[in-house]
């Protein structure tokens, strides 16, 4: 897929993950496609996949675990509609989808404006005071 990563619109609801997989990025694509279309109850969301610009596993295994430097994929997740049920509609479907991705192997981390919330949701996000992600 050629394309470039979109610049968030505050008024839609938005997240970024950062996928450390071994997968190809099609396969992530199609695992990202399957669960956007059952998780987010009836919400319209895209949900491309990028090549992570900032991946760089060199020397990660000597230092805290950095998902964007761990992660070759990043995927743009983005809702077309900003009412305040989209909002809510979005970010549970957003826990859901990194639960899901983190059962079939992948470390997941969100980068939005609700990562409690996923933290919370999912048992796990980056911070700096705990950086390493669960299994």
Same mark, same amino acid.
């Given at each position: 897929?050629?394309g470039?990563?979109?610049t *968030?619109d &505050? ?10 997989? =071994? ?6 694509q199609?695992?990202l496609?399957a669960l956007?279309?059952?998780?987010f109850d @009836?919400?319209?969301?895209s949900a491309p996949v /990028? =090549?992570n @610009? !900032?991946y760089?596993?060199? $020397?990660?295994?000597s230092?805290?675990?950095?998902? %964007?430097?761990?992660s070759p994929?990043? &995927?743009?997740i983005d809702?077309?509609? !900003? +009412?305040?049920?989209a /909002?809510?509609? /979005?970010?549970a479907g957003?826990?859901a989808? %990194?639960g899901d991705l983190?059962?079939a $192997?992948? =470390?997941?981390?969100?980068s939005?404006?609700f ?5 919370a949701?999912?048992?796990w996000n980056?911070t +700096?005071?705990n950086?390493? *992600? *669960? $299994?």
């Amino acid at each position: 897929m050629v394309g470039t990563m979109a610049t *968030p619109d &505050a008024d839609t609801p938005y997240c970024r993950l950062y996928i450390d997989t =071994k997968e190809s990025r099609e396969a992530v694509q199609a695992l990202l496609d399957a669960l956007t279309s059952s998780r987010f109850d @009836h919400l319209q969301v895209s949900a491309p996949v /990028f =090549k992570n @610009h !900032g991946y760089d596993p060199v $020397g990660l295994s000597s230092r805290s675990y950095d998902p %964007i430097e761990a992660s070759p994929w990043t &995927a743009e997740i983005d809702a077309e509609e !900003g +009412s305040p049920q989209a /909002f809510e509609t /979005f970010q549970a479907g957003i826990s859901a989808v %990194i639960g899901d991705l983190r059962a079939a $192997g992948f =470390k997941v981390t969100a980068s939005c404006d609700f990562e409690d919330r996923v933290a919370a949701e999912t048992g796990w996000n980056w911070t +700096s005071e705990n950086p390493e *992600p *669960p $299994g």
